[in-house]
């Protein structure tokens, strides 16, 4: 009876710890928001954008005291900047655990397999070129190119060994990547013009046109999270093995193929309206699983919380350091990502 009795109160204490922590992410995640709204060169007060968002309810009418020009703002500029930010930090994150779980790879991240280089190549294909893929956008092609490199990628991988490796897929998506970098280079030596607007897109921005952007990726950010979350017990009895998790009646390949495929599709798509932003998906599972622990359960959730925040304020620092000029936001999470990810480095090897 003692011994149940002592099990009882440490999983008692541990829901508390974890619904705590989550209350935390939440908090931190709303005043990220907050900044993000409120941080720029129109000044926008708490309670103006407070009474602002409040008559925008049903059956709630309230003066804000906003002026038409400040209410633009909020409600064109800053607010879909924001959504957009914690959409794409989000996504990244969670695909990153995902990534991370399902590669057993302390360092993979939702660009392991291309994705990044093939959007790269569509972006580029798109701006300098033109031709059909001129015509069909920037986004799109981006969201092609990031597709169609991580489909070769894993059909190479599955010509060479099947699809039962990791290291098979993983290596597979570095010679992809390679190959899609060597045609991005030749496209732009032969159409070096437009140079200054392929490498503004590929350092990462959130400038938004209202709401568009927002909606387009809504639905895929949505699909992505959702089936990443339902596979999270699955992802820790996959930490112990391809050999073990077969065993226990897991499909190691099936499970990878399916979490590969779903974490590209949301990565792909938040991609093609931001640009290229990396370590967002190694800094914030790594930073997440040092507070609590391997386990996905909570890992994912708070990842896709952590994530949101961690990109909207880097947006804030990234208008704001150089203001009235704006550092391209993949530039302020490389400065935020590069010694973290020496520490991930770091941490692997005394680990081994």
Same mark, same amino acid.
């Given at each position: 009876?003692?011994?149940?009795?002592?099990?009882?109160?440490?999983?008692e204490?541990?829901?508390g710890r974890?619904?705590?922590?989550i209350?935390?992410? &939440?908090a931190?995640?709303?005043?990220?928001l907050?900044a993000?709204?409120?941080?720029?060169?129109?000044?926008?007060?708490?309670?103006?954008?407070t009474?602002?968002?409040?008559?925008?309810l049903?059956f709630v009418d309230?003066? %804000?005291?906003?002026?038409a020009r400040?209410?633009? $703002?909020?409600?064109d500029?800053?607010?879909?900047r924001?959504?957009?930010?914690?959409l794409? @930090?989000?996504?990244?994150?969670i695909?990153?655990?995902?990534?991370?779980?399902?590669?057993r790879?302390p360092?993979?991240?939702p660009y392991l397999?291309? &994705?990044?280089s093939g959007a790269?190549?569509g972006?580029?294909?798109a701006?300098?070129?033109?031709?059909?893929?001129?015509?069909?956008?920037?986004p799109v092609?981006?969201?092609?190119?990031?597709?169609?490199?991580? +489909?070769?990628?894993?059909a190479?991988?599955q010509?060479? @060994?099947?699809a039962?490796?990791?290291?098979?897929i993983?290596?597979?998506g570095?010679?992809?990547a390679a190959?899609?970098?060597?045609?991005?280079t030749?496209?732009?030596?032969?159409?070096?013009? %437009?140079?200054r607007?392929?490498y503004s897109w590929?350092?990462?921005?959130?400038s938004?046109?209202?709401?568009?952007d927002?909606?387009?990726v809504?639905?895929?950010?949505? $699909?992505c999270?959702?089936?990443?979350?339902?596979?999270?017990?699955?992802?820790?009895?996959?930490?112990?093995?391809d050999?073990?998790a077969?065993?226990? @009646?897991?499909?190691?390949a099936?499970v990878?193929?399916?979490?590969?495929?779903?974490?590209?599709?949301?990565t792909?798509a938040?991609?093609s309206? %931001?640009?290229l $932003?990396?370590? &967002?998906?190694?800094?914030?599972?790594?930073a997440?699983? $040092?507070i609590v622990?391997?386990?996905?359960?909570?890992l994912?959730p708070?990842?896709l919380?952590?994530g949101?925040?961690?990109? &909207?304020v +880097?947006?804030?620092?990234?208008?704001?350091?150089?203001a009235?000029?704006e550092?391209?936001?993949?530039?302020?999470t490389a400065?935020?990502?590069a010694?973290?990810f020496?520490?991930?480095?770091r941490?692997?090897?005394?680990?081994?």
């Open positions: 009876m003692k011994v149940i009795g002592r099990s009882q109160v440490v999983r204490r541990n829901i974890q619904t705590l922590i209350v935390g992410a &939440v931190v995640l709303i005043v990220a907050g993000g709204i409120l941080v720029g060169p129109v000044n926008l007060t708490v309670r103006g954008v009474l602002e968002l409040l008559n925008a049903p309230v003066d %804000s005291g906003l002026t400040q209410q633009v $703002i909020l409600w500029i800053r607010m879909p924001v959504a957009l930010g914690a794409v @930090g989000a996504t990244l994150a695909a990153g655990a995902a990534y991370q779980g399902v590669f790879n360092l993979a991240d397999l291309g &994705v990044s790269g190549l972006a580029t294909l701006i300098a070129v033109g031709g059909v893929m001129g015509m069909v956008g920037v092609a981006a969201f092609l190119g990031g597709l169609a490199a991580v +489909a070769a990628a894993y190479l991988g010509t060479v @060994g099947g039962r490796s990791e290291v098979v993983i290596l597979a570095v010679a992809v190959f899609a970098n060597a045609a991005q030749f496209f732009l030596q032969l159409h070096d013009d %437009s140079l607007q392929v590929l350092l990462g921005r959130l938004t046109d209202g709401w568009s927002v909606v387009s809504l639905p895929y950010v949505v $699909i999270a959702v089936v990443i979350v339902l596979y999270r017990r699955t992802l820790d009895v996959m930490a112990v093995g050999v073990e077969a065993s226990l @009646g897991i499909q190691p099936r990878r193929l399916i979490l590969v495929a779903i974490a590209t599709l949301g792909a938040v991609v309206v %931001s640009g $932003i990396g370590f &967002v998906g190694i800094v914030v599972p790594h997440v699983r $040092i622990g391997p386990g996905h359960r909570l994912l708070l990842s919380l952590v949101a925040s961690f990109l &909207v +880097a947006d804030v620092v990234a208008r704001t350091v150089m009235p000029a550092l391209p936001i993949g530039v302020v400065a935020i990502g010694p973290f020496l520490l991930v480095l941490r692997s090897r005394a680990s081994t």
